[in-house]
């Protein structure tokens, strides 16, 4: 986001906030989840791929099982969004659009040949689209925006991990996107979330906070919570899995969470364990990396 808090500017182009270090820091993120999720605002705008471009990434999941580029996922109220968008059309992994119940049908209609669709309730409830995911195996998803999208996120307390980058520009202009808008955050001057790493990538810096306790992050930045489940490191782009094993705090037990109130139910619920990992980066940069095509 920008120095003033912004995603984006109010222009019909978009506007770049990373660079080529950063997108790349992106990618390994990606390449290390089993899905990643935008908004439908964020297909309207920006028509992203979401895939991870790295080859060595791409071949790195193939070879664990995984697809090359993990799971897209879209929520929607409207249905209103474009078959032809590159969100469908790019990349061999599956895509889902969740959509509030009055939607299913268009959205049915109109992207049934594309996307599986699926019913979130009326209105649509994200714990019952993270519990979905659950049951689809989906364990860590990354959240990449836009606004709207990860206000609810947020404000729900459904992220573990906050990675927010700043870029050293001020767009000034209130008609832009900001990186979230109001709401009842849990994390607040009553309960700070904890910074868990802080560091520059070329005139940008990268701040990561630890939302919840099951994000244990380390100095260096490194998940201590996480294995490595194929065996390489998370600098060589291994994804990293929270341990099956491990046990769940209940929400109950999370101390001054607050009103940390969708991700413990969600986990409990499935039985499976989730990582919610809201990232705010640049915008889907694949489109605009070289490297994707
Ligand atoms: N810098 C970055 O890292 C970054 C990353 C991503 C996006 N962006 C920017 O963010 C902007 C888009 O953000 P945005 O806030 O307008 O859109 P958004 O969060 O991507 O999508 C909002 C849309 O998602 C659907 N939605 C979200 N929550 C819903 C709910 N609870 N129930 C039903 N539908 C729901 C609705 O779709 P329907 O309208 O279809 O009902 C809503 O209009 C763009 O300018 C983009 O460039 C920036």
Not at 25 to 31: G, L, Q, T
Not at 45 to 52: A, H, I, Q, S
Not at 268 to 276: E, N, V
Request: charged fraction near 25%.
């Amino acid at each position: 986001m920008s120095i003033d808090g912004y995603i984006d500017d109010a222009t019909g182009s978009r506007l770049l906030l990373s660079d080529e270090a950063d997108f790349d820091r992106v990618d390994e993120v990606r390449a290390g989840c089993d899905a990643i999720l935008v908004g439908a605002g964020t297909i309207r705008r920006d028509d992203p791929r979401l895939l991870v471009r790295s080859p060595a990434r791409r071949a790195a999941r193939a070879a664990g099982d995984a697809a090359a580029t993990p799971l897209k996922v879209t929520i929607t109220g409207q249905g209103d969004l474009n078959p032809a968008a590159r969100f469908f059309g790019s990349g061999d992994a599956g895509k889902i659009v969740y959509a509030a119940t009055p939607a299913v049908a268009k959205t049915e209609d109109l992207l049934g040949k594309v996307a599986l669709v699926v019913d979130a309730g009326d209105p649509l409830d994200l714990v019952r689209v993270l519990a979905d995911l659950g049951a689809r195996g989906v364990g860590r998803l990354l959240v990449e925006g836009g606004g709207a999208t990860l206000t609810q996120f947020l404000g729900g307390g459904l992220a573990d991990e906050l990675q927010l980058v700043i870029a050293p520009l001020f767009v000034g202009d209130s008609r832009a996107p900001r990186f979230v808008g109001d709401g009842h955050f849990p994390w607040n001057d009553r309960h700070r979330a904890r910074l868990a790493g802080a560091r520059p990538i070329g005139d940008l810096v990268l701040l990561r906070y630890a939302l919840s306790d099951r994000c244990d992050i380390d100095q260096e930045g490194r998940g201590a919570a996480w294995t490595r489940e194929r065996g390489t490191s998370e600098e060589e782009g291994g994804a990293l899995r929270r341990r099956g094993s491990e046990r769940e705090t209940p929400r109950s037990e999370r101390t001054g969470a607050g009103p940390l109130t969708g991700s413990g139910t969600v986990a409990a619920s499935c039985g499976a364990s989730y990582s919610f990992l809201a990232a705010v980066a640049g915008p889907d940069q694949a489109g605009q990396q070289p490297a994707t095509g």
